[in-house]
């Protein structure tokens, strides 16, 4: 079966379902624990010990009831091109793709070559889609992850215009649709859910269970979908009562200006943008980080403090 995905973090978790829950429970598997404080004092030992038990004891639950994926690591493809954001009109993915995601690398530590790391990744997504498609075109069955946020949303559309381009006739197409809410029997958590990149490697051979074969009329209406949003070819794509529309750069605008808290309030970017992400709208934290440049050059928002160095969004910033 070939898997694909529409982003790292979503290979990344699929691929670790292979081996979730195979065998004993690592008991020696690590695990990170915050320490708060309770009333400004640091935690006593004890009350450590205790946090430390009851993580163990919910990574055993989880282990124990999730469901392994069957195949191999091998069978995932991670063909996350941001699709949601930038010009689309290629029908090769190259240089215009990678013109829209340099931005995203403008602020980042001088050690770190943007254009180097946008080349080496859509290498990678390139390689991935040649081999998908020949496995493909040999018979094998294909299972797409997708979900309403707009890069796993449009992600959809434009792999099945893929295949209706290239004329390759598939014995078998499945979807699977991420549910909005994912309540965890084993820990009794409810989470919201936003894409596959959150979901946590014990439940997708549970969620695996709701794909449904696509009919090739659906496959060839989305093709469509894909063609009309590439003649659009609109700086953003959001998905709106299930169907993914072409929107202005501004679409998310009020969302920003809106996350500070007061018209005096001084709030470091990251929190900013944490805030805007907490919504579960689907957007990129380097989307609103150029639209936070936008603003400072349009005079909306100051700099109070720029940032350290090698600080990524670390700036002071205040509404004007």
């Known amino acids: 079966m070939v898997e694909i995905v529409f982003s790292e973090s979503a290979c990344a978790c699929l691929k670790e379902a292979y081996s979730y829950g195979r065998g004993p ?31 163990h004891e919910q990574e055993r639950k989880r282990w124990e009831t999730a469901v392994p994926m069957e195949g191999s690591t091998g069978d995932v493809y991670d063909l996350g091109y941001g699709l949601s954001a930038g010009d689309i009109s290629e029908e090769e993915f190259g240089e215009k793709r990678m013109e829209e995601m340099l931005p995203f ?21 390139a390689e991935g889609l040649e081999r998908a498609m020949e496995r493909i075109r040999e018979g094998e069955p294909v299972r797409i992850w997708y979900s309403d946020n707009p890069d796993e949303a449009c992600g959809m559309l434009w792999f099945l215009w893929k295949i209706h ?21 084993s820990t009794a ?30 496959c060839e209406v989305c093709a469509m979908q894909w063609e009309a949003l590439r003649r659009e ?7 709106m009562s299930g169907r993914v529309v072409s929107v202005e750069d501004d679409f998310y605008d009020r969302f920003l200006l809106d996350a500070f808290e007061s018209p005096q309030e001084e709030v470091r970017e990251g929190r900013l943008i944490g805030r805007v992400l ?6 990129w934290d380097g989307w609103l980080h150029l639209r936070i440049g936008k603003f400072i050059n349009d005079g909306r928002i100051e700099v109070v403090k720029e940032s350290e160095e090698d600080r990524i969004y670390g700036r002071i910033l205040r509404k004007r």
């Open 105 to 125: 690398y403008a602020d980042a530590p001088e050690r770190i070559d943007g254009r180097s790391e946008i080349m080496k990744k859509m290498k990678r997504w």
């Open 278 to 283: 907490k919504q579960q709208l689907g957007i």
């Open 25 to 55: 429970y690592p008991d020696a598997a690590p695990a990170m624990v915050y320490y708060g404080t309770r009333g400004g004092e640091p935690l006593s030992e004890a009350e450590k010990a205790k946090i430390i038990q009851e993580h």
């Open 189 to 218: 958590t409810l989470k919201q859910m936003q894409s596959w990149g959150e979901l946590e490697p014990g439940l997708w051979g549970t969620l695996k269970e709701n794909g449904h074969v696509l009919p090739q009329r659906f």
């Open 233 to 239: 070819n609109a700086p953003l794509r959001a998905v």
């Open 165 to 185: 381009r290239l004329g390759i006739s598939c014995r078998e197409i499945t979807a699977v649709k991420l549910p909005g809410w994912i309540y965890n029997e």
